[in-house]
């Protein structure tokens, strides 16, 4: 099985080398070789296949590009309701310059990427893979959760990222070249951690008492980039990503899954809150605006400093803070209608 991985790690990175370059690196197969030994030292007998499944979704970037479809970034705004095609190239329109960065394939196998470098979807193929928001970088989670692998769709290059089990999913900084996760600590404290998207290295930046985290404990992101958000018992407790000191203690609570959920002024913020309704709260105060029935947290993205948009059910769904359903966009075919769909802003 080792000579079969390593057999594999060089024929995938040589092609994505070949494809992301002018003249083909010849270190790029040794580094991963070098790579995959030190995996295999450090971890346990079942690395291999997650070691594997992070390779196939490097290996599948350059040969499982999508046929062409349609023409370049077709808007499926407000006054379209035709389903749209998947564009050939550039990224799909929802509304406004909200665009469709990652979504599950319909057949349930891959995650179909907007590969910003080469402006055009793409296949991944694993369906637990979580996008950057800025660059061009996915990360995939295998099939153990401790298990991280850092993809950069540019080069193909993979950076495999090992740690302590933790509350997921991960989260991308606003830059998108780091990552935060809480790991969970057996007799100890949670560690609060930072990851190097470029070379998979960690930091400890906090510690927290597990008895102090809320329903809804994970890390997250401020949109500013310098700090990190956990949920605790008192509300939205944030830290410095420099040294890890508490900043400011925010009057929100409920769970804050990501940077999506920040509106464009950082006024307001959407939570899974209490008997986990979707809820839009003021941040300064706490107060709960609006409520979005049925919608979960995890998948509301602002498309402007009024507009929410919920991808559900083939469809996008677009509210208004207060919760008002305005519009209804439809997807394309080739996303599952039950995966999740993840937007972004360009």
Known sequence: ?????????????????????????????????????????????GTAAAVAVAVLAAGGLGSSLLPEAGRRGPSVGASVHATPELPASGPLTVAGRLVVLAARSADGRSTIVYDRAHDRYTRVPSTDVVPAPAGNRV??????????????????????VFGEPARWPVSWSP???QLAVLALGTNNPDQLMVIDAVTGASRT????????????????WHPDGSELAVAVQRGLQLYAVEDGHQTRLLPVHGGVAGLHDWSPDQRYVVVDGQ????????VATGTVVGTLPGADAKRVYWSGPGRLAVPQA???DLYTPDGHHVDRVPLPPDFAPDGPVVLTTL
């Open 175 to 177: 830059d998108g070249r």
């Open 139 to 160: 990360a995939v989670q295998a099939t153990r959760p401790e298990q991280l692998t850092i993809v950069d769709l540019t080069t193909g290059i993979s950076v495999p």
């Open 314 to 316: 083939g469809g996008v």
């Open 275 to 282: 008997q986990h309704r979707t809820q839009v709260v003021q």
């Open 205 to 220: 930046v906090a510690s927290l008492d597990p008895s102090n985290c809320g329903e809804y404990c994970f890390a997250t």
């Open 1 to 45: 099985m080792t000579t079969r991985l390593d057999h594999l790690l060089r024929d995938t990175l040589t092609e994505l080398a070949d494809e992301a370059r002018p003249a083909a690196n010849p270190t790029l197969a040794r580094t991963a070789l070098r790579r995959a030994g030190r995996m295999r030292a450090r971890r346990r007998a």
